[in-house]
């Protein structure tokens, strides 16, 4: 395929070089003031040239660019309009007056090469009226793809969020209970880091329920109540949170006495 871009930064870069070193060729780059600078990262494609020739024109620029972008580059119904955000619906590519797709691959881009190297093991959710193309150039990305709701893309979104950027504050919360209980700053957060990754090699090896260790799935309530009573109020709210969204998880795993369950919803209750 004949791929152009609009915007061409970090993601776009990585996945120019990797789709023309798939064999696809790539054709205009525009962008505000890099398009010469991306061609020569990419070592391909015309700056500021056409997209009229294109198959596919990956709109590559931040998230809150989108819609303005669409808006300005009028493209014909034969061609893919792709964007690359996980947070918006292929439809914002609409005022192309293309058929729209979006793919986004769930993982950081860093430099060219590391970008590069990472690729083949990111999962790739692709969406949208053109979900087709989307998903054959994913896999040319990585063969770790798979498609999305158009219409409930914000809740992979908020999936997203949940399990990378509050996992670090889950881990902010612990650590200063740590360093409240004497241990030395420096170490406790390598201790938790540490800790959670035998928590996530456990999950992936056996899922969910079965990942799921601790009081809770043992149903010692006991020490949950101690728990909940040594917390101050702002911790204590998110522990109790984090427990009502536990308990069906120990239900599951089949560990948790009817009595247990009723004794940990009413520390919920009474929290
Ligand atoms: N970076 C990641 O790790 C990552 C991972 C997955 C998905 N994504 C998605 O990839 C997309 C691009 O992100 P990125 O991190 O690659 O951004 P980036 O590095 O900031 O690059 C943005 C590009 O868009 C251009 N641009 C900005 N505003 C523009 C406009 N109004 N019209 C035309 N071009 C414009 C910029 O060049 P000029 O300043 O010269 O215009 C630049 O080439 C986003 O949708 C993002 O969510 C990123």
Not at 107 to 123: G, K, Q, S, V, W
Not at 180 to 186: D, N, Q, Y
Request: net charge positive; with cysteine; glycine share 8%.
């Amino acid at each position: 395929m004949r791929i152009a871009f609009v915007g061409c930064g970090a993601a776009g870069r990585a996945l120019a070089v990797a789709w023309l070193r798939k064999g696809h060729a790539i054709g205009g780059i525009r962008a505000r003031a890099t398009a010469s600078a991306a061609v020569r990262a990419i070592g391909a494609g015309v700056p500021g040239g056409p997209l009229d020739d294109a198959d596919v024109v990956v709109f590559a620029t931040p998230d809150d660019a989108i819609a303005s972008a669409a808006a300005a580059n009028r493209l014909a119904p034969r061609q893919v309009a792709l964007h690359l955000s996980g947070a918006h619906p292929s439809t914002v590519l609409a005022p192309t007056g293309a058929r729209t797709a979006s793919l986004h691959p769930l993982c950081a881009f860093a430099d060219l090469e590391a970008a590069l190297a990472a690729l083949p093991r990111a999962f790739c959710f692709v969406e949208g009226e053109a979900v087709d193309v989307a998903e054959r150039l994913a896999r040319d990305l990585t063969p770790h793809v798979a498609r999305l709701d158009t219409r409930r893309k914000i809740l992979y979104h908020a999936g997203a969020a949940i399990a990378s950027n509050y996992t670090v504050t889950l881990l902010a919360l612990a650590r200063d209970l740590f360093v409240e209980a004497g241990v030395p700053a420096g170490v406790a957060l390598e201790a938790l880091v540490e800790l959670v990754r035998g928590s996530l090699d456990n999950v992936s090896k056996v899922g969910i329920p079965k990942g799921l260790t601790g009081p809770v799935a043992r149903g010692d309530v006991d020490l949950v109540k101690r728990h909940v009573a040594a917390l101050d109020p702002a911790t204590r709210a998110v522990y109790l949170a984090l427990l009502e969204a536990t308990i069906p998880i120990a239900r599951a795993k089949g560990a948790l006495t009817p009595a247990a369950e009723t004794a940990l919803n009413q520390v919920l209750g009474a929290g």
